[in-house]
């Protein structure tokens, strides 16, 4: 849902943006969406297996599928920042050193640890209400993962700052590392949280962290889409098709909003006596 929604608004917002990054970024994307086909396939088949075998292929391939999406992604990510990436109108970028750069390398590195810390940090929480025997385990997991990310997030800046210096220098302005601050101290709160077993406020931090980051990213960015020289309004679309795209986002918001949020209230009900059942159909 969360793809179809970004790549239409930039397909109608920003036409040529949209041309451009297909265009020089077609591997990486191609590879990112083949991912996200294999961990839905993996998920799907190894829950319909009835044999350990293919359990153990169907999970190998959800596992790989669940490193391969954001690698690929953040590649593309690394790509743009580094200003790598013409519009449509100037032409079409290499179609490997794009992605495959220092700058890109790490900010695939960093998706990937990224992904798997918020996932361990939201499953540690979840384990604690269906299975606690695995709170230990997860929150290990999550503190490794943290840690990793730090580590990644600080070679990112290494890396960026020797590949693209442009944006190192605009990562330094006041907002842009407000963000970047604001998410290094919510991620080492994240770290005192999760050692205090503070299994929900870690939630609060954790997406935190990343989010500032990203936030950080993007006013760095500004107002670039495509750095160094393609601005948000010079590739904008006409303001008839911003309007109407602006009105369909914010009833399609008004509508998909209170379903999410029914979704992921149910998803966070525990089910009484499903611990004891699902364990009785596993005998």
Known sequence: MWLIFAVVLLWTGFPAVFAGVAATLYIPLTCAALGI?????????????????????????????????????????????SGRVPPWTA??????????????????????????????????????????????????LALWAGAATGVLAAAGLVAVHADAGWLAERLWR?????????????????????????????????????????????????????????????????PAVTRATLWAVLAGAAILTPSLWWLFRLFQTPVRGSSQQGAEGDR
């Open 37 to 81: 086909i294999g961990r839905g396939a993996g998920f799907a088949f190894r829950k319909t297996s009835d044999t350990v075998g293919r359990q153990r292929v169907f999970g190998a391939l959800f596992a790989f599928s669940s490193v391969v999406t954001p690698f690929f992604f953040g590649a593309a990510a690394g790509g743009i920042a």
């Open 91 to 140: 032409g079409r970028g290499d179609l490997l050193t794009s992605w495959w750069n220092p700058t890109s390398v790490v900010t695939g590195a960093l998706a990937v640890a990224v992904c798997a810390y918020l996932a361990a940090v939201f499953l540690t929480l979840d384990a604690r209400r269906e299975d606690p025997d695995l709170v230990p385990q997860l929150r290990r």
């Open 174 to 238: 006041p907002v842009p590392a407000a963000l970047v601050a604001v998410s290094a101290l919510a991620g080492l709160a994240s770290i005192g949280l999760l050692a205090a077993g503070r299994y929900a406020a870690v939630r609060v931090s954790g997406g935190l962290a990343v989010a500032a980051v990203l936030w950080g990213w993007a006013a760095a960015q500004y107002p670039y889409l495509l750095p160094p020289a393609t601005t948000v309004s010079g590739v904008a679309a006409t």
